[in-house]
């Protein structure tokens, strides 16, 4: 089973519309969980960081469920700007002695259409 | 302010080049880290640097060489890669790792392409 398993892509959406993104993890030691935004060719930009049950941004909506081990990630009012691979990503724990160490998701590609 | 930043934006080399890539970062971040990325691929974890010291190899390959001069430099050397070298190579930065809130930053990234 991999570390961190994403839901595969692409989704296609209309403008306005809400894509709700899911992720689960493997290793329940992890402490922090991250959803990152990559535009093609470019590097991964933070979008949200999730330490808790959950947070919220404006049109974004992370939650995190310790219990079932998975983070989700929600757009509402989707904007052709949204258009872009989002990557969940895990950070292990150091009683691991794998501090530092961020496992990456497949990646979903989200293609927002007029 | 969280930029990293890493030169050169592109780089060529053949395989019998020394090549070294640069990544540098003024946030007083006290962990630095190297990834590679394949297209249409998530990137995937090279090298850690704590506190300046290698703390984490995921067993790569020798011909990539890390180097952390100070707290805001490090640098990844090339030496007789191969074609599948080719790819994005992302270097990041972090407060500290192990602290609860720990975060990384990307730069722009290096596309190395090997001949």
């Excluded at chain 2, 990325?37 to 090279?46: D, G, N």
């Excluded at chain 2, 707290?71 to 602290?99: F, K, T």
Aim: proline letters at 6%.
């Amino acid at each position: 089973r991999k570390e961190v398993e994403q839901d595969p892509g692409p989704f296609n959406v209309p403008e306005g519309a809400t894509v709700a993104f899911n992720c689960t993890y493997s290793n329940s030691a992890s402490q922090s969980f991250f959803w990152y935004r990559q535009d093609c060719r470019k590097e991964p930009k933070l979008l949200m960081s999730v330490y808790s049950s959950g947070n919220e941004d404006g049109r974004f909506t992370a939650q995190l469920n310790r219990a079932s081990q998975y983070i989700s990630l929600l757009i509402r009012d989707s904007k052709l700007s949204d258009s872009a691979t989002y990557l969940c990503a895990v950070n292990l724990d150091m009683i691991y002695n794998q501090g530092g160490k961020l496992i990456f998701g497949q990646g979903t590609e989200l293609s927002v259409k007029p | 302010d969280t930029e990293v930043t890493q030169t050169p934006k592109h780089l060529v080399m053949g395989m019998t080049n020394k090549k070294s890539l640069k990544c540098e970062q003024h946030m007083g971040h006290r962990a630095m880290y190297w990834y590679k990325q394949k297209a249409k691929k998530p990137p995937e974890l090279m090298f850690v640097y704590s506190y300046e010291k290698l703390s984490i190899n995921e067993s790569v390959p020798s011909r990539f060489s890390p180097e952390c001069p100070n707290s805001s430099l490090l640098n990844l050397h090339l030496h007789a890669l191969q074609p599948e070298d080719s790819a994005l190579y992302l270097c990041a930065s972090s407060q500290e790792v192990g602290a609860s809130t720990d975060t990384q930053y990307f730069g722009p990234g290096t596309r190395l392409t090997v001949l």
